[in-house]
Structures are given as C-alpha cells and as structure tokens.
Nanobody, 124 residues
C-alpha cells in the first residue's frame, strides 16, 4: 500500500509556472507508475500525465504536451509535475495516483491509490 500527498498548487497568472509534487510513503513507492489527473468544477476527471516506475516512459494528454513535464526521484519517493505556460483552462484540482501498471496508464481505473488533491488556479 502507498499513501500519496500532493503539494505545490496555488494561484498563478496566465503564462506562469508551477511545480506540483507528489510525495509517497512506503518502501514500495518505486514499484508504482504515477499519474497526474485533474478535475475542474462541473467536469469529469481527466488524465494529465503519467510516468513509469523507472521514469523511462512518460505519457501526456494532448492538451498539456509541450507545456508540462512529469519526472520522478525514487530516492525521495517523489514525483513532480512541472507546468509552464499555464492557461486559465488548466484551473482544476490536481491529483496524483499510483498504479501497478508499471508503464503508466491514461485510465483512472488503472490507478489504485489516490492523493487528496491540490488546487491550481490560473487567472487571465
């Protein structure tokens, strides 16, 4: 089992940057792929990015490709989401999740453990 805690959210102007962190507990953290998802008010939760257990494979939603970068440091049990060129439509609660599908997955149903989320608000 793994517990996840997100941090780094906040209010930023359009065009700005934020770096989210997902800190995991437990010695098995490095065995999990980690995904980032987001949910805006009144909308479905959507996939943002994922990274394999080793960090060697990453996937991105088309809407964030080229602007967001996912990375991980297994020695620190932490996954990062660097978000550049933020847009108002990026406003959402961002969640990280852990999956035993070690390559990562686009589907939220492939993730077993979820954090509580961190709010990102981008003003125009």
């Amino acid at each position: 089992q793994v517990q996840l805690v997100e941090s780094g959210g906040g209010l930023v102007q359009a065009g700005g940057s934020l770096r989210l962190s997902c800190a995991g507990s437990g010695r098995t953290f490095s065995r999990y792929a980690i995904g980032w998802f987001r949910q805006a008010p009144g909308k479905e939760r959507e996939f943002v990015a994922s990274i394999s257990w080793s960090g060697g494979r990453t996937y991105y939603a088309d809407s964030v490709k080229g602007r967001f970068t996912i990375s991980r440091d297994n020695a620190k049990n932490t996954v990062y989401l660097r978000m550049n060129s933020l847009k108002p439509e990026d406003t959402a609660v961002y969640y990280c999740a852990a999956s035993t599908y070690t390559s990562g997955s686009y589907s939220q149903y492939d993730y077993d453990y979820w954090g509580q989320g961190t709010q990102v608000t981008v003003s125009s």
